[in-house]
């Protein structure tokens, strides 16, 4: 990766921020450094709570550019390690994801990259899940082929289309959130209607053809809001 990110401490506010930067060998590499300030705008567009968006851009005194967010040491794969699940964190683990996704989207982008490893928290408790990495994230109406980045993103949760190299919507990210549902499900205490429930909203966001899926993140947190727990 051309990436890397550290954890910094503000020296005056004794605050810790993720510093996102390139690698030294990458420093002078235009097109890695192009897409990095490429990435700080488009997630400078997104103001919301389940969204761990770029605070500011600046300058290395070596030349790197390097993005400022939020530091929060948990990610959704650590939790899908080590943890189990009731019905309600789950369900309330999703509308997180797609409370996110949902301004993402009205914000006229596709993420295009969503994995556990892509959602971040701050404790071990899905409530206060953000998505992060906007690095391959789309403007609407474009596609990887545009910005050189073939293949993109982590390939277990990109949809059909996304690996044939089409334009993509939101639908796009509806799929991934299908996946990392059923794997959250893989996880949960117990069986029951909720959980038989729950499956089936995984299977329709995780469709193959993305004309069966939600038409977009609100009309998937419409039906999330159906079940009941």
Not at 107 to 130: C, F, T, Y
Request: hydrophobic share 45%.
């Amino acid at each position: 990766m051309p990436a890397q990110v550290h954890r910094v401490r503000h020296r005056d506010l004794q605050t810790l921020h993720a510093l996102k930067t390139l690698r030294p060998d990458r420093a002078y590499d235009a097109v890695s450094r192009d897409l990095l300030l490429r990435e700080a705008r488009l997630s400078m567009k997104i103001s919301h709570p389940n969204v761990a968006s770029v605070q500011t851009a600046l300058r290395l005194a070596d030349g790197r550019p390097a993005l400022i967010a939020a530091w929060m040491p948990f990610t959704l794969s650590d939790c899908l390690n080590t943890q189990l699940f009731s019905p309600r964190e789950i369900r309330q683990a999703m509308i997180s994801i797609l409370s996110g996704l949902e301004a993402v989207h009205a914000a006229g982008l596709v993420h295009a990259d969503i994995a556990p490893d892509n959602l971040l928290l701050s404790r071990e408790d899905l409530k206060d899940l953000k998505i992060t990495d906007f690095g391959i994230a789309l403007e609407q109406g474009e596609r990887h082929a545009d910005l050189d980045l073939i293949p993109a993103g982590h390939s277990t949760f990109s949809a059909p289309e996304q690996k044939a190299g089409m334009v993509l919507d939101g639908r796009a990210d509806l799929y991934a959130c299908g996946l990392i549902l059923t794997l959250l499900l893989e996880r949960c205490k117990g069986e029951g209607r909720v959980q038989e429930q729950l499956a089936v909203f995984a299977g329709h966001l995780s469709q193959q053809e993305r004309k069966n899926r939600p038409q977009n993140a609100s009309a998937a947190l419409r039906l999330l809001m159906k079940i009941d727990i």
